[in-house]
């Protein structure tokens, strides 16, 4: 069975301030793609990344970074130097390689609010 | 716009009654994605079609859902016989290719069932 845990319901910080949103995940697969979208007050979702199963290397993409450690089956996000802007609830998911359909799975979200 | 629209925005309806819900995926995307997204129940994989062919259906809620899509762009997501535990917001996105290169999101289609 896949899930997708994000411990964090809710989590309030100041403006500048670095944070990191924290996804664990189970699966029986050995290859697989986990992925974290953003889903801001406008409710639009925004895809913000993928990342093999076989890749373990750490992605940075501005102000946003990814550290993903398979012993562990984790793939947290960090937002450095946080902004007003990055309020948003944030999902991570999972799936099989090579497989889109139902195995598809959603973490619960964790609402994340910047306070200026 | 060139992104991925979805009509109705909102659409009301009484229980018993079919609906369908569109999408139009950004052009020259051959990969399309519907989503659930309900209070309560959080997102929700439903189907993906890679240019007009759906291979797994098995994420689909009920026999009740249905979907296809056309000449590898507009799809259709269909419920017929709705129930009051369908009401969500459908969420359609498109890729270039399929295997999740950066999907594109429209702005979902608020279904609420009476």
């Known amino acids: 069975a896949q899930k997708v845990t994000q411990a964090q319901t809710e989590i309030s910080v100041v403006e500048k301030e670095d944070v990191t949103l924290d996804c664990v995940y189970e699966?029986?697969?050995?290859?697989?793609?986990l992925f974290w979208y953003k889903q801001p007050p406008s409710g639009e979702l925004v895809f913000l990344i993928r990342r093999n199963s076989f890749d373990e290397q750490n992605e940075i993409s501005g102000r946003y970074s990814w550290n993903f450690q398979k012993s562990t089956s984790s793939f947290n996000f960090t937002i450095t130097a946080s902004q007003v802007v990055d309020s948003a609830v944030y999902f991570c998911?999972?799936?099989?390689?090579?497989?889109?359909?139902?195995?598809?799975?959603f973490g619960p979200g964790t609402r994340l609010s910047v306070l200026p | 716009g060139a992104g991925v629209s979805q009509s109705p925005s909102n659409k009301v309806t009484e229980k018993g009654k079919d609906v369908e819900l569109r999408c139009d995926p950004i052009s020259g995307h051959t990969a399309l994605y519907w989503y659930r997204q309900s209070l309560g129940q959080g997102l929700e994989f439903l189907i993906y079609f890679q240019g007009n062919s759906a291979p797994d259906k098995s994420g689909l809620p009920s026999d009740r859902f249905s979907a296809e899509r056309t000449g590898g762009s507009v799809s259709t997501l269909t419920i017929q016989r709705t129930q009051q535990e369908d009401s969500a917001v459908y969420l359609c996105?498109?890729?270039?290719?399929?295997?999740?290169?950066?999907?594109?999101f429209g702005p979902g289609t608020r279904l609420t069932v009476l």
């Open positions: 996105a498109s890729s270039l290719v399929l295997e999740y290169n950066e999907q594109f």
């Open positions: 699966t029986r697969d050995t290859t697989y793609y």
């Open positions: 998911a999972l799936s099989p390689f090579g497989n889109y359909g139902q195995n598809f799975v």
